[in-house]
């Protein structure tokens, strides 16, 4: 399975982009997809994940200013972030997950959010 994840950039404060995530070889219909992100010198850390049911898994961090979505047909998952902090700054990570075949990872896009 591959994961293409696009759409990061540089935005100022307050700004919002929207990160789309492609995958091919596998269906994401059965899976939990979403995003992770790793800033410089830090852990990586889960932003939102989406279940094949549509249920959502937020981090407290961006609750309220961060949605993920999913289309299965088209096999894409999706993150609008709104409202953009300078600590969102991270190179974000497209994710899959399911119990019988396993976590797989896409490459990743920068995010970057100046003051």
């Known amino acids: 399975v591959q994961l293409q994840a696009s759409g990061g950039g540089l935005v100022q404060a307050g700004g919002s982009l929207r990160l789309s995530c492609a995958g091919t070889?596998?269906?994401?219909?059965?899976?939990?997809i979403g995003w992770y992100r790793q800033a410089t010198g830090e852990s990586r850390e889960k932003v939102a994940l989406t279940s094949p049911s549509g249920s959502t898994d937020v981090v407290d961090s961006v609750k309220g200013r961060f949605t993920v979505s999913r289309d299965n047909v088209k096999n894409m998952v999706y993150l609008q972030m709104n409202n953009l902090k300078p600590e969102d700054t991270a190179k974000y990570y497209c994710y899959g997950d399911n119990a019988g075949y396993g976590s797989y990872w896409g490459y990743g896009t920068q995010v970057t959010v100046s003051s």
């Open positions: 070889g596998r269906t994401f219909r059965v899976d939990d």
